[in-house]
């Protein structure tokens, strides 16, 4: 399972207030990052990092931000979360080998905005 | 876009093979094929890449064509808990980020 755990698994918010999903690894992996996972859509990339204070956007980062202040947990936030950001979110790292890197997916978060 | 092309759906019996093909003929030299798979509600599971060779695992065997515009994914004795939807990917090695999947092929495996 590549030592990812996000939490909470499950959530449900209420429109407007803000959420914070995290993402912790214990395997010292430099990239981590944050997809969500909408029907129709398949998986899409939010933001990811490859160092500590170090991240960049993805495919879909507007409305998320994220943080990274120590190798071992990834932040995503959403700061006003809209029925729209209802989802399942994977966090993933990236694991660097002689043939290539993988990356790895934790299990997911279910996020429910009403 | 993705840049690999699966059927949509596959059937399977208990006990049997699973031959997954999937079609990257725009891959460039770089580029690795990695398969991924999805069981229902669970985060996706990385399976197996390949660049060149055929590769092997305790999961799956890779087969890539000599020139490599298309691969096959090999489960070879597939079980009812392989159902799940199975997704062929390239990418260049040493790439930052994404991995972009595209519709993938829903495996079913029946008793």
Redesign the interface.
Known sequence: DAGITQSPRHKVTETGTPVTLRCHQTENHR?M?WYRQDPGH??R?IH?S?GVKDT?K??VSDGYSVSRSKTEDFLLTLESATSSQTSVY?CAIRETGS??????????SWLTVV | DAKTTQPPSMDCAEGRAANLPCNHSTISGNE?V?WYRQIH??????II???KNNETNEMASLIITEDRKSSTLILPHATLRDTAVYYCIV?V??S????I???GTKLSVKP
């Open positions: 990239y990052y398949g998986l990339l990811y490859y960049d993805g495919e994977f043939s290539g890197n993988t990356i790895y997916f934790g299990e997911g | 690795y990695y509600s669970q985060g996706p599971q990385y890449h390949g660049l990418r090695a040493g930052q980020g994404n991995l999947f595209g519709k």
